[in-house]
């Protein structure tokens, strides 16, 4: 578990470029402007799949799972997958944005109570040696 925590900060460092990114790129008038007008749309959901990649990660990490190259391949597949299935949706005049938002909202959250009891254990663990 050691030798990967130094790792994690790849994760952060991603999430950091893609946010900065994020609020960079639509500012750029090289995107024609039916895209740029759409861009957020798509930016939401990919944040939404690197938030679950990276609590993932972080998760993993705490359970001494963690694995870089599983952690950016869903990481950037995740993310393209998901605004990718927002543009065909939008082609085809259908929300397929909402499947991904509910897929990585369940994704999040599930990860995020596992953490919570991780986090609780531990903080169990330590009160129980004090104490």
Do not use: C, H
Not at 45 to 69: C, K, S, V
Not at 93 to 111: D, E, K, S
């Amino acid at each position: 578990m050691k030798g990967s925590e130094g790792k994690m900060w790849l994760g952060f460092l991603a999430l950091l470029i893609g946010l900065l990114l994020g609020l960079w790129l639509p500012g750029l008038a090289i995107l024609p402007a039916n895209l740029q007008q759409q861009l957020p749309n798509y930016l939401g959901l990919a944040l939404l799949a690197a938030i679950d990649a990276t609590l993932g990660a972080w998760r993993a990490n705490m359970e001494g799972t963690y694995d870089t190259g599983v952690f950016l391949s869903g990481f950037f597949v995740n993310m393209i997958a998901a605004a990718s299935l927002a543009y065909i949706g939008d082609l085809l005049g259908v929300n397929l944005a909402l499947a991904a938002v509910v897929a990585f909202g369940t994704r999040i959250f599930n990860n995020l109570a596992v953490i919570r009891r991780i986090l609780l254990q531990q903080w169990r663990q330590r009160m129980s040696r004090v104490g």
